[in-house]
């Protein structure tokens, strides 16, 4: 990365609450200035489609390492955080070993300087003794060595007994619990999203209400918890339905001291795809079915879309995507979760959960900014202010993203960084490309911070 | 890649075919490389299905009940759940069309030692698989072996998705009594959540015109309303019931689905007796229907249960039929799929 002269750009900064024309110099790969343009300079710069934003922070990421190593490793899976514009990315602890105890922290900050790779690693520590919901984990120095959360992710947390000590507890650490809401009561082998897909497809079906209940239970320990106990906090991780977003805003209402995120996927994709559907849920069409629209663009079943949480119907994307929007929704979160193939190129029901996220976010969430479904600063603080908010860290100075808005590009196996090549957009042209990642370095003389490409297509 | 894509456009004209001629070198219409569902036939492709068993039924009539359509070509039955009709069925029906075939069932394979599916049909496809019939226990695995296999697959039942040839020959069963089952009144009784059959027969019988009525127990037809509602596709609606009596009354046909003991393990049903007294096809249920009613079964059957033996066995039951004719369309599906398998 060398010279970079981007002189009309449209600036968004959602820490200053700003957003408009501005232009910024790169030399030798360093990010020199960025200024914000007025008067006459600024005409005409919103419709260039390039945008310049903080540096994306991805709440919920898993790169597998260690363990796994043949889904992702952290070197590769940071190259992939920085090719889709995240600067800093937050791993879960089901790796294997859990991420119960400081060792593996130790082990995994080790795979981070190895990789020699500039993007901030953050991690969540497991809240009980191997996700195993039994026991608490060492969730005291686990955050003396820096984790920024607690959460059983994967395994949500059944017991509420459980749940509401792990808030007690972490109180007063300073640090959230992120809890993946599933009343696995209803979730037993389920499949799909319950409703007109999964019931065609015979696809055992995956009740809105299993997430809901695992919700108002969470909700209600919450509502008790905060009362006793100072500096209480709940995040509600990769919600998908409209009755979920729809507590939330009530429980924000009322005071309660909870966050959530949405994923990309959820807000972009429908069940309708498992059909061979391919539309976006913004899209005409969307909420229909091949059977009755003739909406079919390919054969049903792919299992890149089995994901956990289900894929939901277009009414509950679009109230994911209202609430990033209306701000209930705090964040944007990949829940990337590479897997090798052979995981992947099974029967449907025997295919691992998740899909490959951190480099096709951009243009997903981008395409609902263009279909009108939230406004550009709302995606992008969800992307940036909103998670640094949840995870407890400033803002990273000098992290910055250039995104070319109207560049077309076509997801192909090696056209992602990540060793996960389980996405349902593989083979499909997008729009909207992260250019250029910064991060923040303190310059040459030692008194500020400039930022150096990282990534650059 | 798919038949649903391939197959939309409705032939103009049905063409018998002769099958006493290879597959293939007659222009009949069909244009299905595979069948691993029912949804995309249109009503010439169902007439066309039926029609090709009519020539199958007069080929099992013959002294010598074979014909040489597909001699040479090898038909590989690989199963991956417990069966026993639909596979002799099918192996039944290959060999009466001179087909070399080849029996694989999923338990004596190495695909007890963990074998992928990917890799067993690219495994079978190397010993000279040409036509694959399968059957396993996960919905839509067939559209996976249909992208990885170079011939023609044929799906014998996937999960509760769907069971094509099952679907035909009940199809068949009823026109060949009822001569149309457009405007009558069948009845799907049982067990409709878990029922890759009841899947399959939304399909035909509503594209055939029938006035379709499903019934059990709400728990068993959870997520068929909504569906009833819609339509099975455009302007296809079919019923939604949980009282056996408004389903009944006056019906043409009652299809009784077999009922499961996990149903009880996972809180669907109370008992088996309880279901027996509510909803099981009785001598009296039965006298509610019109009379001469066919009563029909896909089997294997839990006589006592769902259906009472001396309904299962009696005057108006068509289910020996139902067997018979099932050779005669896997016959026909087999010759018709030959007719563009890539070979």
């Known amino acids: 990365v060398t010279d970079l002269d981007l002189s009309r ?449 | 890649v798919t038949d649903v894509i391939e197959g939309r456009a409705d032939t103009a004209e049905v063409v018998v075919p002769s099958v006493d001629v290879e597959p293939g070198t007659q222009a009949v219409g069909w244009r299905h490389r595979h069948l691993l569902d029912v949804d995309g036939l249109s009503n010439a492709d169902l007439d066309l299905v039926m029609r090709t068993a009519d020539a199958m039924r007069e080929v099992l009539a013959r002294p010598i009940a074979k014909v040489p359509a597909l001699r040479g070509r090898n038909v590989t039955i690989l199963f991956y759940e417990a069966s026993t009709r639909t596979r002799v069925s099918f192996e039944v029906a290959a060999k009466n069309l001179s087909a070399d075939v080849v029996n694989i069932a999923a338990s004596t394979s190495s695909v007890a030692k963990g074998e992928s599916l990917v890799d067993t049909v690219r495994t079978v496809e190397a010993l000279g698989a040409q036509m694959l019939v399968m059957r396993h226990s996960v919905s839509g695995a067939p559209y996976l072996a249909a992208e990885v296999f170079g011939g023609s697959v044929l799906n014998g039942g996937d999960g509760w998705h769907a069971h094509p040839t099952q679907a035909l020959l009940d199809l068949y069963t009823m026109r060949s009594r009822l001569g149309s089952v457009e405007g009558r009144k069948i009845v799907i009784l049982g067990d409709v959540l878990h029922s890759r059959v009841a899947r399959s027969n939304i399909w035909t019988l509503t594209a055939a015109g029938a006035d379709l009525w499903l019934c059990g127990p709400a728990t068993l037809l959870r997520g068929f309303e909504a569906w009833a509602g819609k339509g099975a596709a455009a302007g296809r609606r079919f019923h939604v019931t949980s009282s056996i009596e408004d389903a009944l009354r006056d019906a043409d046909v009652v299809m009784a689905l077999r009922i499961q003991r996990e149903r009880m393990a996972s809180g669907l049903l109370p008992s088996l007796r309880e279901y027996a007294a509510r909803y099981g096809l009785t001598a009296a249920r039965l006298a509610t229907a019109k009379p001469g009613a066919l009563v029909m079964h896909p089997g294997p059957m839990n006589e006592g249960v769902e259906i009472a033996p001396d309904v299962a066995a009696g005057a108006q039951s068509v289910i020996t039929d139902q067997v018979t004719n099932g050779v005669a369309i896997r016959m026909a599906l087999l010759y018709l799929l030959a007719g563009v398998s890539p070979t």
């Open chain 1, 9 to 457: 750009v449209w600036l968004v900064d959602p820490a200053a609450g700003r957003e408009g024309p501005g232009e910024l110099v790169v030399r030798d790969g360093i990010l020199e200035a960025v200024t914000w343009l007025e008067g006459a300079d600024a005409s005409g710069i919103d419709d260039t489609g390039v945008v310049v934003a903080p540096g994306f922070i991805d709440l919920h990421a898993h790169l597998r390492e260690p363990g796994n190593e043949d889904a992702e490793t952290i070197a590769t899976g940071l190259a992939a955080a920085a090719h889709g514009g995240f600067t800093t990315v937050c791993v879960m602890p089901n790796t294997t070993p859990t991420l119960d105890e400081p060792g593996v922290l130790a082990a995994i900050r080790g795979a981070v300087a190895a990789s020699g790779s500039a993007v901030e690693l953050l991690a969540h520590g497991a809240v009980t003794v191997g996700r195993a919901g039994e026991t608490l984990a060492a969730l005291g120095e686990l955050a003396d060595a820096g984790v920024v959360g607690f959460s059983d992710d994967g395994a949500p947390i059944r017991s509420a007994a459980i749940l509401r000590n792990a808030l007690a507890y972490a109180a007063p650490l300073g640090l959230p619990i992120v809890d993946h809401p599933e009343d696995a009561t209803q979730t037993d082998g389920a499949e799909a999203n319950e409703g007109l897909v999964a019931t065609i497809l015979g696809l055992r079906g995956w009740p809105a209400a299993a997430e809901e209940t695992a919700v108002a239970r969470d909700l209600a320990i919450l509502g008790e918890v905060c009362r006793d106990v100072p500096g209480v906090r709940l995040h509600l991780t990769h919600l998908s339905t409209a009755g979920s977003i729809d507590q939330v805003r009530r429980a924000k209402a009322a005071g309660l001291p909870v966050t959530c995120d949405v994923t990309p996927h959820h807000l972009a994709l429908t069940d309708a795809w498992i059909a061979g559907a391919r539309r976006f849920a913004w899209e005409a069409g969307a909420d229909g079915d091949r059977w009755h629209d003739d909406a079919i663009d390919t054969r049903p079943y792919d299992s890149s879309l089995r994901v956990n949480p289900p894929l939901r119907d277009r009414a509950d994307a679009m109230a994911c995507l209202a609430a990033v929007a209306d701000e209930t929704v705090d964040a944007i979160a990949t829940d990337h979760a590479p897997h090798a193939s052979v995981r992947k190129d099974v029967e449907f029901d025997q295919a691992a959960f998740g899909i490959s996220g951190l480099e096709t976010a951009v243009p997903l969430v981008l395409g609902g900014v263009r279909a009108g479904w939230a406004p550009l600063e709302s995606v992008i603080a969800a992307l940036t202010t909103g998670p640094a908010r949840i995870l407890g860290i400033p803002m990273p100075q000098g992290d910055r993203v250039v995104i070319d808005t109207e560049a077309e590009w076509v997801v192909t196996p090696e056209s992602l960084f990540s060793l996960g090549k389980n996405t349902p957009l593989m083979g499909r042209s997008l729009r909207g490309r992260v250019d250029v990642a910064t991060v923040g370095r303190p310059d040459r003389e030692g008194g500020g911070r400039v930022a150096e490409a990282i990534s650059r297509r």
